[in-house]
């Protein structure tokens, strides 16, 4: 089960995520809008964790700056970007391509169909106005019916306690690739509290110590 922390900008935060956590992924915000907005790369120390960018029905061109500009692995198009789009974008970069779809109640799959010969991901979030970082679930329920071989990753509100209901979910739908941490585990917008994650990621990975009893 891979884990990918998004929103991180502060360099000691960005650190200690890669001491101590070592994520497959950190996500960086290139949404002008988002609290969590990185404006330039020479702040953010050098690391050696993978970067995936998020955007939001930005240009190729810029799209393929970032990349450029920031080492980005993968890319996260977290708006209304059509088919059409993400084949030309597919065609321009080597770069992984995760394509968001932002949940109401149900989803369409027919309608996600024509993004799986140019994506390597889908990232399923709770739908919102501000596009992400809501801090809320959806009813994970819709994905027990997720009708496509390629893997997903799950995103919208995950908090400390859902790793569980994480794993139960994956036990029925094996598609479920990972996870997406933000909101529910940061002091601040773009601050992330370490230790939650720590405490998170043991769950999910199945490291938490066991209490010992005396006999
Ligand atoms: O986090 C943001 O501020 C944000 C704003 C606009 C578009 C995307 C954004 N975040 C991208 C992510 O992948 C978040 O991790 C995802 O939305 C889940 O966030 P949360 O509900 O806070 O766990």
Redesign the pocket.
């Known amino acids: 089960m891979q884990i990918k922390v998004?929103?991180m900008r502060e360099r000691e935060n960005i650190l200690a995520l890669e001491r101590e956590i070592a994520p497959d992924w950190m996500?960086l915000?290139f949404?002008p809008k988002?609290?969590?907005f990185v404006p330039n790369a020479e702040s953010l120390p050098k690391t050696n964790l993978q970067k995936v960018g998020?955007f939001?029905n930005e240009s190729e061109e810029e799209i393929l700056k970032r990349v450029d500009e920031y080492g980005l692995s993968a890319i996260?198009l977290?708006g209304k970007e059509s088919v059409e789009f993400v084949e030309a974008l597919a065609q321009s970069t080597d770069k992984e391509i995760w394509k968001v779809i932002s949940v109401k109640d149900t989803i369409e799959w027919d309608l996600l169909r024509g993004y799986l010969p140019f994506i390597d991901k889908f990232?399923f979030?709770?739908a919102t106005i501000?596009?992400?970082?809501?801090?809320?679930k959806f009813d994970w329920q819709v994905l027990e019916s997720y009708p496509f071989e390629k893997g997903f990753l799950l995103?919208?509100?995950?908090d400390e306690s859902c790793a569980d209901e994480v794993l139960a979910l994956a036990a029925k739908v094996p598609q479920l690739a990972g996870v997406?941490?933000?909101?529910?585990f940061e002091f601040e917008?773009a601050l992330k509290n370490i230790e939650k994650l720590k405490s998170f990621k043991k769950r999910l990975l199945g490291q938490e110590e066991k209490p010992t009893t005396d006999n």
């Open positions: 998004c929103g996500g915000i949404y988002s609290a969590r998020v939001v996260q977290h990232l979030d709770t501000a596009h992400g970082g809501s801090g809320k995103s919208g509100g995950l997406d941490l933000n909101s529910k917008p």
